[in-house]
Every structure is written in C-alpha cells, then in structure tokens.
C-alpha cells in the first residue's frame, strides 16, 4: 500500500528478537565499568503485543505520511493481521519507546504462498541507523517459517534511497511497474504527484550478500544509452533508445527537494520514468543494478536483457 523507509541475526540470539548494538567511545572520566550509551545505540525487534503499541503504529504513520492519511492501517487490523500470518513488528529503542515498524500481509500469488510488505517506516531521529534493515529481516525469518518464498511490496522509483536498499542491500528486483497505484493521495510525501510504484519483488532464499562498491558505475555503462536523457531545459523527456540488450534510466538525486522546487519537474521526471520503464520492460529487460555515481551525475537504473 504504502512506502516508507539490515546485518543479520547474532548468533545465539533469540529467535524472534533482533538486536543492534553500536559502540560509542569511551568517556575517560568516569569508572572503567561506566559506558555512555544513547537509546538509538541497542534497537529490539519484536512483534507487537499491546493496544498501546499498536496505536503508537498508527502515530507513526501519521508522523510519516501526514495527519488524517487516507489509507492508515488501524490498529485493529494491524492485530488481526497476526492471526492469519500477517506481520506487525516494532523497532524499540533501549527506553522501549517505539521508533519504527513494518506491517505486511500473508497471501497466495500464482498459485504459491506469498507475502504482501504493505508499510515500513522508521521515524526521522532513528533514520540512517539501518534499522529498516533490522525490521525487513525480521519479516523475512517471520513469513519464512510459514513457507513463504517471495515478498513483495512497493516502492516509487523515482527515490533514489529505496532503491538503493532495495536492490543493493537486499538483492530485490522490480518485477512490475504500475501507474498511479494509490491515486493522487495528497499526502505530506506524495503531493500531487501521480503514485507511480515498482512491484519489488524478494527471493527470501536467495544468498545476497551486499558487497563493497555494488552501486558504484562499471566501465561498460558509459556505452548504455540513457531512455531519459536530460532535454534542453535540463529535465528529463523519455528517448526511444534503440533495440540493444542494455540501457540506463535516470532518477533524481532527491525527489523532495525536486517536488519542493517545482511540481512540473517532478511530473516530468514521473512520465519520463513511466515511459522508460514501460518501453523496456516490453522489449524483454530487466533491472539489473542500481548505480548512484560518485561524479555527482544523477542515479540510474540499469536494464539488462535476461535469459
């Protein structure tokens, strides 16, 4: 429904709890036993269990996405949704306050037990921590043990950050582009703008393992054409490029600053990446890769053709 904002489990760690622990230096000062620690520094995941913990999921739904959003998990289903395999699962700080979650649904797709990752958000003190990565790989060892093999959920492709988790942290893939998904919602991250979202999909029993420098350019990428390349008023406008097994699509750096500025811009860069993808995903490629260049060149997806 909705897309918000990960090492893996220690060992001996229990099974249904998470926890990250980041060391801080020393104060010299005080008693060789005595360690400064923040409650940011040691994060538990764990399945929520209270009616206080389920509104407090509602608060920060509303924190992320704006007071009165339309589309709101109550917390009646957020409970419910624990009986039949779905996932409500909270991030605690180590003064027990909640500082994220993520909610999905446990279905069938094609025949074969899937599920639906509907809401992830981490709210904006806690960001940058990768507890987002903590609670995706909780749902993942939660809907596993059911015989879950794929998630899936959405994502706007024109953030650069999600895709960037998505596909070079996690080894996700977009298998889908739809248009305007949720319709115009007006809420506080998505404006006016069309809820154009990728369907990310996720083979839990993949081995993935983020390596060093997986988003940097390759030397080959150079010769891949752009599908939206910039026109001369320096914006985006989709360009048909050519029937070879490879192109580029362009995103913005940051799709905030660029709504701020100007909502034509940003509805330019949402048809020329609609387009793009459309074009390319017709002629048989897929996304590949994610790349965000150090030369400050914008990001890009890479399509390449597969089998």
């Excluded at 998904?181 to 990728?198: C, E, F, K, N, V």
Aim: with cysteine; hydrophobic share 40%.
């Amino acid at each position: 429904m909705v897309d918000g904002f990960w090492p893996a489990q220690g060992a001996g760690a229990p099974a249904t709890i998470y926890e990250m622990a980041c060391s801080e230096p020393r104060d010299s000062t005080l008693p060789s036993h005595a360690v400064m620690t923040h409650p940011l520094d040691t994060i538990t995941v764990r399945d929520l269990r209270t009616l206080e913990e389920y509104l407090e999921c509602c608060e920060i739904q509303e924190e992320t996405w704006g007071r009165g959003f339309s589309e709101r998990v109550p917390a009646a289903i957020l409970r419910v949704s624990q009986k039949v395999g779905g996932v409500t699962a909270g991030a605690f700080d180590g003064n027990g306050r909640m500082v994220g979650f993520v909610f999905g649904l446990t279905g069938q797709r094609d025949g074969k037990p899937a599920h639906w990752s509907d809401m992830l958000a981490v709210r904006e003190e806690a960001r940058g921590r990768h507890i987002g990565d903590r609670l995706k790989h909780y749902q993942r060892q939660q809907v596993q043990s059911l015989g879950v093999e794929v998630m899936l959920w959405t994502a706007d492709p024109l953030v650069a950050r999600n895709s960037h988790f998505n596909i070079n942290r996690l080894g996700a893939r977009p298998v889908e582009y739809v248009d305007n998904m949720y319709g115009i919602t007006g809420s506080t991250l998505h404006g006016a703008l069309p809820t154009d979202r990728l369907v990310i999909g996720w083979q839990l029993a993949a081995d993935f393992r983020p390596a060093a420098g997986i988003d940097a350019e390759r030397p080959g990428d150079v010769a891949l054409p752009r599908a939206n390349p910039l026109a001369h008023d320096g914006l985006p406008a989709f360009h048909h490029a050519g029937s070879g097994d490879g192109a580029r699509v362009q995103v913005p750096h940051d799709l905030s600053a660029v709504q701020e500025a100007s909502g034509d811009a940003a509805l330019r860069w949402r048809l020329s990446v609609r387009e793009a993808f459309h074009t390319l995903m017709a002629r048989g490629l897929a996304v590949t890769r994610f790349v965000r260049p150090t030369s400050g060149d914008y990001p890009y997806y890479v399509f390449t053709r597969q089998g």
